[in-house]
């Protein structure tokens, strides 16, 4: 079967740095997304990788190991506004987007 | 950037009603477009994937129905819930992939349905 997994939920301080892990496995792969959601609202994209490394965007950046099924979005510099839920997505060969739970992520002061 | 609209985004009415939920790709051509369900405080659940021309796929558990889909253009699936009653109330978000690329889906706004 198809899955993602993804922690609950996660905190961390704000200035501080976290990282927010996904495993995926999946039928064939083409690709993995990371998207914000904030309460309330629509889930926004942040990233996509498709080849193995790391990806960065500002303060956000995402990694990819397609041979361990493995991605993670790092946050730097936290801000208050970070505080959401954190969708981890992967793309199988039938370019249907699978799921992960998401990840709500707290930020203390 | 790529932008989808999804309108309206609020609604409120009484129990029986059908409502219709329209999704419109606004700078790309989409041939497939989605629709999720989200209940508060859960994840994203995926009802159906709309395809121009043809019928929906619905997920398993879905009632076609019930939860109507039309793809009559390349920018636009109109999710339309019959007969709503109070446990459809939810918030339904649509999304698009632009037919040009394996990119990101791109997602509208949602509609907070909110049945009487």
Not at chain 1, 9 to 26: D, K
Not at chain 2, 65 to 84: E, P
Request: aromatic fraction near 12%; proline fraction near 3%; include cysteine.
């Amino acid at each position: 079967g198809q899955n993602i997994d993804q922690p609950t939920e996660m905190t961390a301080t704000e200035g501080a740095i976290v990282q927010i892990n996904c495993t995926y496995q999946t039928s064939g792969f083409n690709g993995l997304f990371w998207y914000q959601q904030h309460a309330g609202e629509a889930p926004t994209f942040l990233s996509y990788n498709v080849l193995d490394g790391l990806e960065e965007k500002g303060r956000f950046s995402s990694f990819l190991s397609r041979s361990k099924g493995y991605s993670y979005l790092l946050l730097k510099e936290l801000q208050m506004k970070d505080s959401a839920s954190y969708l981890c997505a992967a793309l199988d060969s039938n370019y249907q987007l699978i799921w992960g739970a998401g990840t709500k992520l707290i930020i203390k002061p | 950037g790529a932008v989808v609209s999804q309108h309206p985004s609020w609604v409120i009415c009484k129990s029986g009603t059908s409502v219709k939920i329209e999704c419109r790709s606004l700078d790309f051509q989409a041939t497939t477009m989605f629709w999720y369900r989200q209940f508060p405080k859960q994840s994203l659940m995926l009802m159906a994937t709309s395809n121009e021309g043809s019928k929906a796929t619905y997920e398993q558990g879905v009632e076609k129905d019930k939860f109507l889909i039309n793809h009559a253009s390349l920018t636009l699936s109109t999710l339309t819930v019959t007969s709503a009653h109070p446990e459809d109330s939810s918030f339904y978000i649509c999304s698009a992939r632009d037919d040009r690329g394996s990119g990101p889906q791109h997602f509208g706004d949602g509609t907070r349905l909110s049945i009487l």
